[in-house]
């Protein structure tokens, strides 16, 4: 149900607040020798083989082959299947068969309750989209997944009228019948006739547009920045620079950020990423700091190199799988961005057009302090989507190579659009690969739609790629040189078409450490060949909430494994339960993947931990039993572009070596 906004929500500003705001510890730089506690959860190794039925059938699922079917010709592109109904400013996968959208109050021609709708449930079976009733202004909120399964949509902007002007009224009595929404919370539990609820009782205390929100260790949601009442960039009379917890607890109070006061005005959707340590990483214009939450605490980090990676600037952004082989270590790497100075981007400048850049940094938080210059781009690139694959690279997408984000009504913009020169064409990004070969695009085909401010891209459980979205105007502009967008896409990556594993007892819930289970893999599961055992992986994947160049808590954890094989050619795996650190991959649903050779099963939906808003019990991983020795050669792999190679078995112990050394050796 919807509940009704009304003017009994709070108005408070920041300023009123102030002497609730709680004040934030300064610290030393971040020094991971000592800020640091290492840890290993690789589970034990036994000789001992512990019976492991499988589960009954309700409680565990065998996944099938992809329902969409699609032909040869367009692996390795894209594909338009249907329309949005609504502009994808905003949106995340639900459930298998579910994508949710959220645009800006506008004059969508979809409508609800006689009104434009501004909030769309994609069905991925029909490629149909259904209007759902948000009664208070999404316009730039932020999104992230709870530990219940359910999502929060948090924030926004004053109600307003045609061409975004704000309201006279900012209750709902007006022409797009909308409420000021910078203090919403807003949830939607995933399936079949879900609708948002915005209750007035669950708001904020401040005013938050623009903001980042990240999932912590308990499945509550860590809420950061953003300013009171929009404008294309921060500035310190307008801004929020503060952080808070939703459900909030009894007794807590907005907490002051230093770096957030300190990075203006290119300080909107701050860059947020959950580590291992339990602290949050933060890429803040050219700022970086680590925040320990718990204590209040910003330890500095070296200065940003190269560009600014924050909105304006809209750098792709994706924190690489934590493997076995890395000991779950988190890498988060950004990509593009632009590189202006803080006075530049109020000096008049046309900024529309400044060249993207095309470097590539990443960090590694846990055994360095510094940032590391990674292959850069092809191109220069703002705006761009990085997303996850379930065969461990990344997808890239969307954007445009000058400008940056926004829109206005500047003598220097096109049809009020802040950038130009969409990039049609996608990259590949595998970080398996030497230095100097990471990034791919031979044999991808280009889309045909520019995807330029407020574009979204998620994965699907098939493991295709969702494409929407595209909106650099005020309200509905259907004639422009970059329109209004509606159409939906998917990107078919190399092994849509493939055949594609089918394992047995995937369980529907894995716990934080504790017994291992077993699934099922048949010969043809591993093509015919048993040499292919010895290149399984078994994955999980959140895909996040995506907007504004960002997928909010997008992550993905590999599962440690051993094998025994069979007499029909099959295996049986024996898996961990998720690694026991709900920092890793906090606590609610995900997305499991059985990869075999590079291509992966379809996903199935797994409820991470105890399903509760809770702290989560963590237990010792259960020893492994030793695997089966096979001499066979797996089949040579495909290099994502169409050509095969020789599956190496030195980037395993590549890895192994690069990630011990940063430990003992990190660059100070």
């Known amino acids: 149900m919807v509940a ?174 909308n409420s000021d929404g910078a203090f919403a919370a807003r949830t939607l539990t995933p399936g079949e006739g879900a609708e948002w609820y915005d209750d007035p009782a669950q708001d904020l205390t401040t005013r ?74 933060l890429n803040i214009n050219l700022n970086a700091a680590i925040l320990d939450y718990h204590t209040n605490t910003e330890y500095p980090l070296p200065a940003v190199p190269h560009a600014v990676r924050t909105y304006p600037a809209s750098a792709a952004n994706v924190m690489l799988p934590m493997t076995v082989a890395n000991n779950w270590t988190a890498t988060v790497m950004y990509c593009g961005g632009s590189d202006l100075q803080s006075d530049q981007w109020t000096s008049g400048m046309a900024l529309i057009n400044v060249a993207a850049s095309d470097s590539c940094i990443s960090i590694t938080p846990e055994t360095s302090n510094q940032w590391v210059d990674e292959d850069p781009l092809p191109e220069g690139r703002v705006m761009g989507n990085a997303i996850l694959l379930p065969d461990g690279t990344v997808f890239v997408g969307n954007g445009a190579n000058t400008g940056v984000a926004g829109y206005g009504n500047d003598t220097w913009v096109l049809q009020e659009s802040y950038a130009n020169n969409p990039i049609y064409a996608p990259l590949i990004y595998d970080p398996s690969k030497p230095s100097g070969q990471r990034w791919n695009r031979d044999g991808l085909k280009s889309s045909e739609v520019a995807r330029m401010y407020h574009s979204t891209a998620t994965l699907l459980p098939d493991g295709s790629v969702f494409i929407t979205g595209s909106n650099p105007h005020p309200d509905y502009s259907p004639n422009a040189v970059f329109p209004t967008e509606y159409r939906v896409e998917r990107f078919y990556p190399w092994y849509y078409n493939k055949r594609r594993p089918e394992p047995s007892g995937i369980p529907t819930s894995l716990t934080y450490g504790g017994q291992y289970f077993d699934l099922e893999l048949s010969s043809d599961d591993l093509f015919g060949n048993i040499g292919n055992i010895n290149v399984v992986k078994v994955v999980i994947i959140k895909t996040g909430f995506s907007t504004h160049a960002i997928n909010f808590g997008q992550r993905m954890a590999e599962l440690d494994h051993t094998f025994t094989t069979n007499a029909a050619g099959g295996a049986t795996l024996h898996v961990s339960q998720a690694p026991p650190n709900a920092a890793i991959m906090q606590p609610g649903p995900a997305w499991f993947f059985v990869v075999v050779n590079g291509v992966p099963s379809v996903g199935v939906r797994v409820m991470i931990g105890s399903g509760k808003i809770e702290e989560q019990q963590i237990l010792a991983a259960e020893s492994l039993p030793e695997s089966s020795t096979v001499t066979a050669t797996a089949d040579a792999s495909p290099n994502h572009s169409g050509a095969y190679h020789a599956s190496p078995l030195f980037s395993l112990f590549a890895t192994i070596v690069v990630a011990t050394s940063a430990w003992l050796f990190p660059l100070l």
Not at 117 to 144: H, I
């Open 4 to 177: 009704s906004s009304s003017s009994t929500r709070p108005l408070p500003s920041l300023f009123a607040l102030s002497a609730l705001i709680l004040q934030p510890v300064l610290a030393e730089n971040w020094n991971p020798r000592i800020h640091v506690n290492r840890r290993d959860y690789i589970a034990p190794r036994t000789t001992e083989r512990i019976p492991r039925p499988l589960k009954a059938r309700a409680d565990t699922v065998k996944p099938g082959q992809p329902t969409h079917t699609v032909s040869d010709n367009l692996i390795l592109g894209f594909e338009v299947i249907g329309d949005s109904g609504v502009s994808g400013q905003q949106l995340f996968l639900g459930d298998d068969t579910k994508v949710y959208i959220i645009d800006k109050v506008e004059n969508n021609p979809l409508t609800i309750n006689d009104h434009p709708a501004w909030a769309s449930e994609y069905d991925l079976t029909t490629n149909t989209a259904r209007p759902l009733e948000v009664v208070t202004n999404t316009f730039c909120a932020g999104g992230a997944l709870l530990g219940t399964g359910e999502w929060l949509n948090i924030g926004g902007n004053q109600a307003v009228d045609a061409l975004g002007v704000t309201s006279p009224s900012q209750n709902g009595s007006n022409l797009y019948q």
């Open 208 to 281: 938050r547009w623009y903001p980042s929100l990240e999932t912590i260790e308990t499945g509550r949601i860590f809420i950061l920045g953003g300013n009171q009442y929009g404008g294309f960039v921060n500035n310190a009379a307008n801004s929020n620079p503060t952080f808070e917890f939703w459900p909030k607890a009894d007794g807590e109070v907005p907490v002051e950020s230093t770096i957030l006061k300190n990075t203006l005005p290119a300080n909107l959707y701050p860059i947020t990423h959950l580590i291992p340590t339990g602290q949050v990483l």
